[in-house]
Every structure is written in structure tokens, then in C-alpha cells.
């Protein structure tokens, strides 16, 4: 039962006067953000898009657990502005090319009284959004600093609907997305994404966490979001000066594509600190591991196996045969027998087990072309890992194992920490700062041995493959093994939802193209047998997973061939439609040839899309080589309706893309000889 405040009771609060002390606008002047100071020393800042209200008076500071909140008594010292205008290559990834151009403002605050305590506000606005974070410089008054809280807000200034998923929840980042007005959003997760009721798309990130704690959203008073930090020990963040914050990131875009297409998280990171990493190259693989969430194959070692030397000889054939690089083998070392989940300490990642030959078959595959795929599944005992790390990448490189799979599978916050051997140990979040570390020290000591890490239940993805390139992709969201053995399995929306959502932050391992069509049991997939392939371009990644089993491909070997065409390596990413989880259409351009490819995903309803192919280039024919759902084409009554064919086009065309109820569309490019016919 509600209980209402009598009239006569309620208390408004007027916020003291504020004065704006200093401005920073984006280089094309869409965006305007503004900071003050009150007459209580309260900091806040606001963004405007296009003149109007988008982030109202949000408050900026800190709650210190070793000394006095960094909050109030606050005064503008100086600032400094700059601009910046360039361009740089990513090694691999959606684009080659990326523009980086932004206005920056350095404010630089201290407290009227007390300490004189000191930090610094970076504001960097570009076009499509703005980073925000707090630098500390060295001080006397401050040397450890102990975040309890950051109280960072997002005042959202209109009426505006969340696509979200909940934080602190056992299960980490592996929820179905909820879409609910901003007013009901719990704690979530970021990226979170809203649209304002008048149309515009937002993106509340970060980027570049670096030793510090994961930062969670919590919805506050009228539709304010507050900074919730990741929890540890014995603050959520402990540093000492000098020391700067992950960025907080808004993105900002009139249409949801405009929010796929946006450079701004890999822009606020720091460039490559690597050097030279053509030592990895993107590529497709296959693997032992479709069948262990079917459970016809065990990770355990027995009758079940999936880890042995004929199975891997099996698919290290297939691949051969059919044109993929890699091939990942789960279950290959000792210590999946027995009670393994959240129960790493058995594990060995230089030891094979009895029935699989790791020497005989790394010599195997590379007779044939082929590269096995590590994996390094450490039940969340993460110290012991890091103990064993270097050992295992040195074998790796030897035998020219260059990517590997890590895993971190347990319910959050049981990350298991042991500072020294035979001490206690302390368990950790997947979001937190240690945890943030930790993934950092694997990703340095596999980059000195050659290595690329794809991290599962990892920490979140902020961009940071900018600075570390070997750093190539991660989970951290509800995969295709749902589809094996969820309750419920990923819905047909999923797709269109991971695009705006997750993948805003970085690249998924999302493992598609399970052309069966059946998960554990023969549970239907919710999905149609086009939107399978549409995958591979929707759902970026530059390692991507021909996850279904080689039999189950044999069966489909004119659907396969899209799986087999389409790369993992783009010259450019366009995104010619798309509503948040309802549908979309990508088209990206291959790094190493002159094809385009072109993917679009629906939900549950059936939908026709009209798309200009102005993307293609000028004086150009291709063949576009279609693979679509069939005309009575339903994810629920006939997933496997499916057509292929060919016709000529140019980018005077356009096409009609007819998606099933849970359909999809995928679609190759090959330039014909000859000009285009005026």
C-alpha cells in the first residue's frame, strides 16, 4: 500500500545559484557542455544537443573512505583549452581508419579551505559525444587516495526509454535486455542505451578502465543516473596520486545507427603501447565446443571426452578442407574432472590430459594451414592463473598457438584472489579494480609471447584494444550457448538489441552460425537459417566462430558458403537502418579485397526493409550473391525455408530486404569486370 506525504509537508529544495564557469562545445557546435560551481562549492556540469537540454545539472565529486567527501568548498583555479584534429589506423576492426577530432577543456578545481585539496576536469567533446574524467596530480594533501563512491550523475533532461541489463546479479553480464521507460531502470550495467521521447539515441559508457572499478548506474531521483562503482577491499578504489579516472562517456547520435558508427570509446583510449601486431590476424575458426553444450561431449575427461587427439585430427580436416585458420579445443588440459565451476585450483595450462596429443597436434595442423586455438578456462582462480600464465604462453608460442580463449566462469563477486601461495584468499567482482588488473597482466604477458587474448565472463570491454590490439574480443553477454540449454534461449529481438547495447563497447565473440538450428535436446534456436549467416556481419568480432558441428555443416553446404566467404577484417562499417532491438542492417567493406558484405537482422515480427546500395562504389557492378529467408520463411514453423541467389547490381539500386519473423538477410558484393551500364 503507498502512503502519500500530506501537502502541507512536502519540502521543495531550490538548488543555491550556480555560475558557469567554464564551456566547451564539440567541433561542429552540436554539442555545448557547460560546468559550474554554487555558492556551497558544488561542482555539476550539463551537455545541450543542438540548443536544447539533454544532461541537466548533474553533480560531479567524491566519497572518500581516508578522508573528507571531495564534494564541497570547491573553487575554479584555472583552465586550459585545446583542440585536436587527426586520423589513425586501427590494426584491425570495423574501419581502417578512424578521425579523432575533438575541443578539449582542462578545469582545474581546488577546495577554498581545509586541505587545498586539488583535481582536474577533462572534458573531450566530439561530434558524436563527450568523455568526461577527473585527473589527480601529485599532492601532499592527497598521496593514497580511498574511493568509497564517485558521484558522477547523468541527469537525463527528457522523457526517454532504457535498453538495460541489472548489475551486481549473480549471473554477471549474461541478462536479456530489458526496455522500460528511464524511470524504472534499476542498478544496470553499462553501456546502458536510451532514446529521448523526441528521437534522439544516448550511450552512457566508459572507456579506458584502467585500474579502478567498473562503474554501474543507478537510477536516482527523476530520472537521474549516479555513478555506482564496483565494489573491493578495502575501498572500491585505491590509488595514489598522481592518477586519472576511466573516462565517462556519452554518446550521442539523431539516429541508432549513428551510435554503432561512433569512434568516440576507442578514441578516449590511448594509442597502441604494442608496436608492431601483424603477428595476429583476424580469421574465422571451428571447434570442440558446440557439442559440449548439446551434451553429447564432456569437457571431463571418459567415455565423453570431446578433447581427444582423433576428435581435434577430425576438426583440424574440416577446417583444412573448408578454409578456416583456427581451431579451439575446450576440455584439452587436466582439471575439468571433477567439480570445477568456481573451483580453479586444479587446473594445469601446460598439461594435456592422457588422450590428447598438444605436441602431435600443433604439428598436425600446421602441415595443414591451421592454428590451434588455446583455452585457458580458470574457474575463476585468477591468482592461480597469473602464476601459471607465463609458463603456459611460452608453450603456446612454441608451438604456434596465437590466440587464446580465456574463461572466468563463476557466479560474480567469487573471483578468487590469493596475494601470495598458501595465503587466504579474497574474493573479488569481475567488474572490479583488481579484476581490471588482472585482465591487464594477462593481456601484457600473452602480447610478449605473440599471443591474442579473447576473454570470456570478462571484464567489461572499454575500448581498451586501442592500447592493447591483442586484446581481440570478449564475451560479456548472453551468447549462442543459451540457445543450447537456456531457460529461455536467446529471443529472435536478441540480435537487435546486442548491436545498440553491448557491442557498443567492443567487439562480441558471439560464437553464430549454428546452422541446425537446435540446441540441447533438439530445443529450437530462434532463429531462421539466413539470420544465422546475417550474423557474421551484424554482430562484429575479428574472430568469428563457425560454432555449429562439421556434420551439421555438411548438411547445409549452400547456406555454409556464406560462413566460408564472409571475413573477419573490415575497410569500413556502415549502418544503412536499424531500431533498437526491432531490427538492423550493416554493411561493411572487406580490409583485403574490394566485396562488400551486407547483414540485417529482425526480431519477432516479419518486416520488409528498403536499402539504397549507395555504399557500393561509384562505377561499379557486383554480383550480390543473396542469401535470404524463403517466402513462407518462420523462425517458429519453417526456420530452414532459405533461398540463394544472384543478381547484377550497382549503387543506383536499391533492394528490398524481406525478413521473416526472426529472419534475416545476408548478402556478398563481387565486383564484376567492366563499368556500370549509365
Known amino acids: 500500500m503507498r502512503s502519500f506525504l500530506p501537502l502541507a509537508l512536502l519540502v521543495v529544495t531550490l538548488p543555491a545559484h550556480a555560475d558557469t564557469v567554464a564551456s566547451v562545445a564539440s567541433p561542429d557546435g552540436a554539442i555545448a557542455v557547460e560546468l559550474d560551481v554554487n555558492a556551497e562549492g558544488r561542482l555539476a556540469y550539463r551537455v545541450s544537443h543542438r540548443g536544447q537540454p539533454l544532461i541537466g545539472d548533474s553533480r560531479l565529486g567524491f566519497i572518500l573512505r581516508n578522508g573528507r567527501q571531495l564534494l564541497r568548498g570547491l573553487q575554479l583555479e584555472k583552465q586550459v583549452s585545446r583542440s585536436h584534429d587527426g586520423t589513425w589506423e586501427l590494426p584491425w576492426g570495423e574501419r581502417r581508419f578512424v578521425r579523432e577530432h575533438y575541443n578539449e577543456l582542462r578545469a582545474s578545481f581546488v577546495e577554498r579551505d581545509h586541505d587545498r585539496r586539488r583535481f582536474d576536469v577533462v572534458l573531450r567533446v566530439f561530434d558524436d559525444g563527450l568523455g568526461l574524467r577527473y585527473e589527480f596530480p601529485k599532492q601532499a594533501a592527497m598521496d593514497e587516495v580511498q ?51 523526441d528521437g534522439v539515441h544516448v550511450s552512457l559508457h566508459e572507456a579506458a ?25 578495502p575501498a572500491k578504489v585505491v590509488r595514489h596520486t598522481p592518477f586519472n579516472t576511466p573516462w565517462r562517456t556519452i554518446q550521442i547520435a539523431d539516429r541508432a545507427g549513428g551510435l554503432v558508427e561512433s569512434s568516440l570509446i576507442l578514441n578516449l583510449n590511448e594509442p597502441n603501447k604494442l608496436g608492431d601486431v601483424s603477428w595476429f590476424k583476424p580469421h574465422k575458426y571451428v571447434g570442440i565446443w558446440w557439442s559440449l553444450h548439446l551434451d553429447t561431449q564432456s569437457w571431463a575427461t571418459g567415455p565423453k571426452h570431446g578433447a581427444t587427439t582423433a576428435e581435434t585430427k577430425r576438426y583440424i580436416d574440416f577446417a583444412a578442407q573448408h578454409g578456416f585458420r583456427g581451431v579451439l579445443v575446450e576440455g584439452w588440459n587436466v582439471g575439468w574432472d571433477g567439480d570445477w565451476f568456481a573451483n580453479g585450483w586444479d587446473f594445469d595450462f601446460s598439461k594435456p590430459t592422457a588422450d590428447y596429443d598438444l605436441e602431435a597436434l600443433a604439428a598436425y595442423g600446421a602441415s595443414k594451414g591451421v592454428h590451434l586455438i588455446g583455452h585457458h578456462e580458470t574457474g575463476c582462480a585468477a591468482s592461480h592463473y597469473e602464476r601459471q600464465m607465463d609458463a603456459a604462453f611460452t608453450l603456446f608460442e612454441r608451438l604456434g598457438v596465437d590466440a587464446v580463449k580465456t574463461g572466468y ?26 579484476n581490471s588488473n588482472h585482465h591487464l597482466r594477462v593481456v601484457e604477458a ?14 567489461k570491454d572499454t575500448g581498451l584494444r586501442r592500447t592493447y590490439p591483442n586484446w581481440i574480443a570478449r564475451e560479456g553477454a548472453r551468447g549462442q550457448e543459451f540457445n543450447a540449454w537456456g531457460n529461455p534461449p536467446n529471443p529472435p529481438e536478441h540480435e537487435a538489441n546486442l548491436v545498440f547495447t553491448r557491442l557498443l563497447a567492443g567487439p562480441m565473440d558471439y560464437t553464430p552460425g549454428v546452422l541446425s538450428l537446435k540446441g540441447r535436446g533438439g530445443q529450437p534456436i530462434q532463429s531462421t537459417l539466413a ?19 562439421p556434420e551439421h555443416y555438411e548438411q547445409h553446404l549452400e547456406a555454409f558458403q556464406f560462413i566460408k566467404d564472409v571475413p573477419a577484417d573490415w575497410q569500413d562499417t556502415r549502418v544503412l537502418n536499424g531500431e533498437v532491438g526491432d531490427f538492423v542492417t550493416i554493411a561493411r567493406k572487406d580490409r583485403n579485397s574490394e566485396d562488400w ?47 540463394r541467389q544472384s543478381r547484377e547490381v550497382t549503387r543506383e539500386n536499391i533492394l528490398a530486404l524481406r525478413l521473416a519473423p526472426g529472419g534475416g538477410q545476408a548478402i556478398r558484393f563481387v565486383p564484376m569486370a567492366g563499368p556500370a551500364k549509365r
Open 147 to 197: 574511493i568509497q563512491e564517485e558521484l558522477t550523475e547523468f541527469a537525463i533532461a527528457r522523457p526517454a526509454t532504457a535498453w538495460w541489463i541489472p548489475a551486481y546479479e549473480w549471473n554477471r553480464e549474461e541478462y536479456l535486455y530489458a526496455r522500460t521507460p528511464l524511470a524504472e531502470v534499476g542498478v544496470a550495467q553499462t553501456p546502458i542505451t536510451l532514446r529521448t521521447a
Open 209 to 233: 578502465l584502467v585500474d579502478y572499478a567498473g562503474m554501474n548506474l543507478a537510477k536516482g531521483e527523476d530520472n537521474h543516473l549516479r555513478a555506482s562503482l564496483t565494489p573491493g577491499s
Open 409 to 434: 566462469v563463476c557466479d560474480a563477486g567469487q573471483i578468487e584472489r590469493q596475494d601470495t601461495a598458501g595465503g587466504p584468499v579474497v574474493r573479488e567482482w569481475h567488474e572490479g579494480q583488481w
Open 446 to 459: 600473452a602480447a610478449r609471447h605473440h599471443i591474442a587474448i579473447n576473454a570470456h565472463e570478462p571484464i
Open 531 to 549: 539470420k544465422q549467416l546475417a550474423q557474421y556481419v551484424v554482430l562484429y568480432s575479428p574472430i568469428q566462430m563457425a560454432a555449429d558441428l
Open 597 to 643: 558484405y551486407l547483414g540485417a537482422v529482425s526480431d519477432e515480427q516479419a518486416r520488409t526493409l528498403d536499402v539504397k546500395l549507395d555504399f557500393l562504389d561509384p562505377g561499379r557492378r557486383y554480383l550480390a550473391q543473396i542469401y535470404r529467408d524463403g517466402d513462407a520463411a518462420d523462425w517458429k514453423t519453417q526456420p530452414f525455408a532459405f533461398v
